[in-house]
């Protein structure tokens, strides 16, 4: 992993750009966008070149930086019209990962609080606030890591589901820093990774990173998680989120439901690892989780190749809920949150 570029960089001061991987060339190809304006970042979003909750917010937030270089510094009016513009344009590139309305309500929390700084002087402090989200997410990955590998000490073989690595945070990711973490440690777990329907991010992107930790994984189809569980290959699941409800309901990739029901079958805890970030508590519950319904031919003609019958109907939903009940615990940056319930989601994240 050292050796390859990062998967969110910054290059230059005020008047410099984005560098991201775009993720939906790998595992065959590593290549760099360099986004220069709000609509390259805005379409890296939407188009999953940049993906995972904690990636987006990252992306999205310097993506408010260069959205701002073509105003004229000497005009503040005008600077805080296209700010707006600029945000409320980011926040529609998709719909459930929360952390990036998190990281936009924070920069627009900035602009507010310093209506007196000129136009250049905001542009600075919008570019340092967006280097800070970066470097706590970096921070905030490293912790969960810790946190998650105390709850791994007995387990051999562990199960995950989408992808939770560098490649959707800052660094170590959520799920897989957790995995990363227990290798640093000492302890070497044996991953088995969901391909993860329809656009394949565990086979392309989890099994990818694990293989560059040198880790052992094991790929699976979706289908073969309950075989895997009965044979007893696997003592644990973690995933990631991209948002969770006050009372521990979690967002995340579309199957993770599934697994975590049959989890609970076979006994096997399942964990949810995410960054405080992740967390809505101005939701009450999954039920109020907006769910992104993607196009139709991601099913149909998956990477190209047609596989259904013309005029098929089709639902297409990127994510589903689990409810908490389903969830051991959930792996935070300041804790674990155990048993998973309102009071202590608020206790540790409110």
């Given at each position: 992993?050292?050796?390859?570029?990062?998967?969110?960089?910054?290059?230059?001061?005020?008047?410099?750009?984005?560098?991201?991987?775009?993720?939906t060339?790998?595992?065959?190809?590593?290549?760099?966008?360099d986004?220069?304006?709000?609509e390259?970042?805005?379409?890296?979003?939407?188009?999953?070149?940049?993906?995972?909750?904690?990636?987006?917010?990252?992306?999205?937030?310097?993506?408010?930086?260069?959205?701002?270089?073509?105003?004229?510094?000497?005009?503040r009016?005008?600077?805080?019209?296209?700010?707006?513009?600029?945000?409320?344009?980011?926040?529609?590139?998709?719909?459930?990962?929360?952390?990036?309305?998190?990281?936009?309500?924070?920069?627009?929390?900035?602009?507010?609080?310093?209506?007196?700084?000129?136009?250049?002087d905001?542009?600075?402090?919008?570019?340092?606030?967006?280097?800070?989200?970066?470097?706590?997410?970096?921070?905030?990955?490293?912790?969960?890591?810790?946190?998650?590998?105390?709850?791994?000490?007995?387990?051999?073989?562990?199960?995950?589901?989408?992808?939770?690595?560098?490649?959707?945070?800052?660094?170590?990711?959520?799920?897989l820093?957790?995995?990363?973490?227990?290798?640093?440690?000492?302890?070497?777990?044996?991953?088995?990774?969901?391909?993860?329907?329809?656009?394949?991010?565990?086979?392309?992107?989890?099994?990818?990173?694990?293989?560059?930790?040198?880790?052992?994984?094991?790929?699976?189809?979706?289908?073969?998680?309950?075989?895997?569980?009965?044979?007893?290959?696997?003592?644990?699941?973690?995933?990631?989120a991209?948002?969770?409800?006050?009372?521990?309901?979690?967002?995340?990739?579309?199957?993770?439901?599934?697994?975590a029901?049959?989890?609970?079958?076979?006994?096997?805890?399942?964990?949810?690892?995410?960054?405080?970030?992740?967390?809505?508590?101005?939701?009450?519950?999954?039920?109020?989780?907006?769910?992104?319904?993607?196009?139709?031919?991601?099913?149909?003609?998956?990477?190209?190749?047609?596989?259904?019958?013309?005029?098929?109907?089709?639902?297409?939903?990127?994510?589903?809920?689990?409810?908490?009940?389903?969830?051991?615990?959930?792996?935070?940056?300041?804790?674990?949150?155990?048993?998973?319930?309102?009071?202590?989601?608020?206790?540790?994240i409110?």
């Amino acid at each position: 992993m050292a050796n390859r570029p990062e998967t969110i960089e910054w290059i230059g001061d005020t008047d410099g750009y984005l560098c991201l991987i775009d993720q939906t060339l790998l595992p065959v190809e590593l290549t760099r966008i360099d986004c220069r304006d709000a609509e390259t970042v805005w379409e890296a979003i939407k188009m999953l070149r940049v993906r995972g909750a904690p990636a987006i917010g990252i992306a999205a937030s310097y993506g408010v930086v260069v959205g701002m270089q073509t105003v004229d510094d000497s005009d503040r009016a005008a600077f805080d019209d296209r700010f707006a513009e600029v945000a409320d344009y980011l926040a529609t590139s998709r719909p459930t990962a929360v952390n990036l309305f998190w990281a936009l309500d924070r920069l627009r929390k900035l602009v507010a609080d310093n209506s007196s700084l000129s136009a250049a002087d905001m542009r600075a402090k919008l570019l340092d606030e967006a280097k800070a989200i970066h470097a706590e997410d970096r921070e905030m990955c490293h912790s969960i890591g810790r946190f998650g590998a105390g709850l791994l000490e007995n387990v051999s073989g562990v199960l995950t589901h989408c992808n939770a690595g560098g490649l959707a945070t800052a660094e170590y990711g959520t799920a897989l820093s957790v995995f990363f973490t227990a290798q640093d440690q000492g302890h070497n777990l044996h991953v088995f990774v969901d391909e993860t329907r329809p656009l394949l991010q565990g086979a392309r992107l989890t099994a990818w990173e694990l293989m560059q930790r040198d880790i052992k994984a094991t790929l699976i189809c979706d289908s073969m998680a309950a075989q895997v569980m009965r044979e007893g290959k696997v003592q644990a699941v973690v995933t990631g989120a991209d948002r969770i409800a006050a009372n521990g309901d979690s967002a995340n990739k579309i199957g993770t439901y599934s697994i975590a029901v049959l989890a609970k079958a076979h006994g096997i805890p399942f964990y949810i690892a995410a960054p405080s970030s992740t967390f809505d508590l101005a939701i009450d519950s999954g039920d109020e989780i907006p769910i992104e319904q993607r196009a139709a031919i991601e099913i149909t003609n998956g990477f190209g190749k047609q596989t259904a019958p013309d005029g098929v109907e089709v639902y297409n939903p990127a994510f589903d809920v689990t409810p908490a009940k389903y969830i051991a615990a959930i792996i935070t940056e300041n804790g674990v949150i155990d048993p998973v319930t309102k009071e202590n989601v608020v206790a540790m994240i409110g």
